[in-house]
């Protein structure tokens, strides 16, 4: 379809197999309106603007070809499906409910958010991560690998808390401040590169650098168990 207007209805998905794509843009602006997906995937080739009412999904993909703009109150639960973007993100509003979902990019993007953020998997797929403000702090459950030169993560200023290992043979994880929490600790091997000045490095497990680049200046280590430390050069 071109484009839906729900008005202040309801439209569920029935199966996994309803898969919906719209070529325009998506509007959801109405205090009752919902569009709930389940397992079925939603394609949106247009722009998405989420401003009142409800979007869910407990399922499948939702593909965002020109990323979105949550605001208002609105209410987006994720469920488990995969939250795929090829263009910005910003919520300014509104809740994002996704610790059992995927951030899957298609592009390089920056995700700007007035509260913390909570996925359970992230896949950079050899594009580069961006989190656009102070108030963007991103909690992953599960590993995150970086293993490709156009791989990144650009944290800022936000606060990164990844709850599970943090494996980087090429590509870069950098931060300009905030907190950078690893609870399984680091491994950084190859070509890859980590950049903490300015920032705190709070290590739940071992750090082991056998090749690459870790810079900092300015930094602040802690740590929450006893760990060891083991790097090829100072």
Do not use: W
Not at 206 to 215: A, E, Q
Request: glycine share 12%; hydrophobic share 40%; aromatic share 4%.
């Amino acid at each position: 379809v071109t484009t839906i207007n729900l008005g202040a209805n309801t439209l569920s998905l029935g199966s996994a197999s309803s898969d919906l794509i719209i070529s325009d843009n998506l509007s959801l602006a109405e205090a009752n309106v919902s569009l709930q997906t389940g397992a079925a995937d939603l394609s949106v080739e247009g722009e998405v603007i989420l401003a009142d009412g409800k979007l869910g999904s407990s399922g499948g993909t939702l593909l965002f070809r020109k990323g979105g703009l949550q605001s208002g109150t609105f209410e987006f639960e994720l469920g488990s499906s995969i939250l795929s973007l090829s263009a910005d993100y910003t919520k300014t509003g509104g809740t994002l409910s996704a610790s059992s979902a995927t951030l899957n990019l298609l592009d390089n993007m920056t995700f700007s958010s007035d509260s913390a953020l909570y996925f359970n998997q992230l896949e950079l797929n050899d594009l580069t991560l961006t989190l656009g403000s102070a108030s963007t702090d991103l909690t992953v459950n599960s590993a995150v690998n970086l293993n490709n030169a156009n791989d990144g993560l650009f944290t800022g200023d936000a606060d990164l808390n990844l709850l599970s290992a943090l494996n980087i043979s090429d590509g870069e994880v950098t931060s300009t401040g905030g907190i950078i929490s690893m609870m399984e600790g680091v491994q950084i091997s190859g070509t890859g590169k980590m950049d903490i000045k300015g920032s705190t490095l709070v290590l739940g497990s071992d750090f082991v650098k056998s090749s690459g680049t870790f810079t900092t200046s300015q930094t602040i280590l802690e740590m929450i168990v006893n760990i060891t430390l083991t790097s090829n050069d100072a």
